[in-house]
């Protein structure tokens, strides 16, 4: 699972979860959304993900957890 969340200082960072919810990775901030966007984009590449396939992302940043597909 992949999440974007919004750290206190009103930026942007991405956490990397296994299949048992454990944390594996955890970026550093960055200032907008599209660029946490272009980071998982060059994850998935290492995660050996077609640029073609849909990754599903928790965007936590809001009030609501909503489910974005990219």
Same mark, same amino acid.
């Given at each position: 699972?992949?999440?974007?969340?919004?750290? #206190?200082?009103?930026?942007?960072?991405?956490?990397?979860?296994? #299949?048992?919810?454990? !944390?594996?990775?955890?970026?550093?901030?960055?200032?907008?959304?599209?660029?946490?966007?272009?980071?998982?984009?060059?994850?998935?590449?290492?995660?050996?993900?077609?640029?073609?396939?849909?990754? #599903?992302?928790?965007?936590?940043?809001?009030?609501? !957890?909503?489910?974005?597909?990219?």
């Amino acid at each position: 699972m992949i999440k974007i969340h919004r750290s #206190k200082d009103k930026q942007f960072y991405v956490s990397y979860h296994g #299949k048992n919810n454990q !944390v594996l990775v955890c970026t550093e901030t960055v200032k907008t959304k599209q660029s946490a966007f272009k980071n998982i984009k060059a994850m998935a590449g290492l995660f050996r993900v077609d640029s073609k396939t849909v990754v #599903k992302i928790q965007d936590c940043t809001g009030k609501k !957890v909503k489910e974005i597909a990219i």
